[in-house]
């Protein structure tokens, strides 16, 4: 697959995480990379445990920001599964370059990967029913965009961004205004353009979201018996399922093709971004090995 199908972030954006990341790790010079010979040399890339790939971007901006001449010919792309003891690239550059950008450039490439792997895990467990999986806020901080384009490479979908691209109406919003229909009111006057996404917390809550409009209705804890309830009622007339519901809260893998086949539409979770597994990547000096 190629990292352009999942829309990867502007050349900007990538560069300027890869600035921030070689200013933290190199300082004012590499200590011990300065010990070696500075000539042209090779190095391939390991990985050490199944997972998805995600982060090539990332990975080709830290070795291109130390050695523009740097050639690195990947064996899979973006969104490919990768089994255990595989070689995924190799690259050709200079010494001194290759190990000091090893790193910074593991660190984006086992953190992206990590996301991508256990999104891509969520989303094989609701194949099938309909359900997309998505993201939330709970992201690392400096690395939303990025763990948001892994997000996608795993096959799962984003939510808002931030507090800019859409408002999203929850429970102390919502008692600030005296009700839903008054939120969402006061929302589309302010904010006509933006997506509106509101959080109720019980059916009837439910019931007036869906008879004022909004683009979507996060149904948050609720229990099974009241999601298949809430699911019934908003496919039913008059609503007809014009308004998609999303389940966040309390979601596990385990649980998860259940709440799926109750017929919801989304269902937001945190850990996606939140418990981040690295897969375990090497960068070593040297040809890849030949068996």
Not at 190 to 199: F, G
Not at 233 to 252: N, T
């Amino acid at each position: 697959m190629n990292a352009a199908r999942f829309a990867p972030p502007p050349a900007a954006t990538v560069e300027a995480d890869v600035a921030a990341a070689l200013a933290e790790d190199i300082g004012p010079g590499d200590a011990t990379a300065s010990l070696l010979e500075d000539r042209a040399d090779i190095a391939y890339l390991l990985c050490k445990e199944d997972c998805v790939l995600a982060g090539q971007p990332w990975f080709e901006a830290c070795h291109r920001a130390l050695d523009p001449a740097v050639e690195i010919d990947w064996r899979f792309g973006e969104g490919d599964r990768i089994a255990k003891g595989t070689v995924v690239a190799t690259l050709r550059g200079r010494s001194r370059a290759l190990v000091t950008a090893e790193r910074a450039s593991l660190n984006f490439l086992q953190t992206l990967s990590g996301t991508a792997t256990i999104t891509a895990r969520h989303v094989d467990a609701v194949r099938g029913t309909g359900t997309t999986v998505l993201d939330t806020r709970k992201t690392i901080p400096g690395l939303r965009i990025a763990q948001k384009y892994a997000v996608r490479v795993g096959g799962g979908g984003n939510h808002r961004i931030g507090l800019y691209d859409a408002v999203m109406l929850k429970e102390n919003h919502i008692r600030a205004f005296g009700s839903v229909a008054a939120a969402i009111a006061r929302a589309r006057a302010l904010h006509p353009a933006l997506p509106l996404i509101v959080e109720v917390e019980t059916l009837g809550q439910l019931r007036e979201a869906l008879d004022t409009g909004c683009t979507r209705i996060l149904i948050d804890d609720f229990d099974a018996a009241t999601r298949r309830e809430a699911v019934r009622i908003a496919k039913g007339a008059p609503y007809l399922r014009r308004i998609p519901l999303e389940v966040s809260g309390g979601v596990d893998l385990a649980g998860l093709r259940a709440i799926a086949e109750d017929g919801v539409d989304c269902i937001s979770i945190g850990g996606l971004t939140k418990h981040v597994h690295a897969i375990d990547f090497s960068l070593k000096l040297g040809p890849p090995p030949t068996a």
